[in-house]
């Protein structure tokens, strides 16, 4: 099955095509012929999704997924939430935004946090969505030169490395966006199946 994946984010790609394996072929925005800065100006993570998506298909109509992705932390009342990518203001930069949030968790003792994803797949004009959420906690420092954005001060629940401390199969099968990868998987994988059955049928 082909499919485009809704992003410019080389790192996203990278990690989601190990996740599908060989069963899929995942193409780019540039692929598919898309040049444009998808919009993202919706005031929840799902509505982002949704609209990335929706935009690839109403424009281009190819079947496609988009996603987004926010780090919540309780002591800062959910955010940088939807704002993540740009907590520090435009143009969007990981540096200071991880400096940003840490400086702004200075002297907090509670400091959950969660990443969560939901992703939006159109299927020749059907929607359908995903959740992935992993609970976790910010360190008071970064550690790791792996992954991308605020990894290196994301401690999953029960783990003893980052994010970015993880080689990428292993993030791969416990973060948030993995789960809800997964959830896409399987939806298309029996999607498929239902296909072939129905084609065997009429054989």
Known sequence: MTLCFATNNPHKREEIAALLGDEFVLKTLAEIGCTDEL????PTIAGNARQKA???WDHFGVSCFADDTGLEVDALN???GVYSARYAGEPADSVRNVAKLLQNLE???DRRARFRTVITLVLDGQYHDFEGVVEGEILTGQRGTGGFGYDPVFQPQGAEQTFA??????KGAISHRGRAFRKLVEFLKNRQERIDK???TRD
Not at 39 to 42: C, F, S, V
Not at 165 to 170: I, K, R, S, V, Y
């Open 39 to 42: 919009p993202e100006t919706q």
């Open 54 to 56: 929706a935009y690839v």
């Open 78 to 80: 959910g955010e940088p």
């Open 107 to 109: 002297g907090q003792t």
């Open 165 to 170: 401390e993880m080689p990428m199969d292993q």
């Open 198 to 200: 129905r084609q065997e």
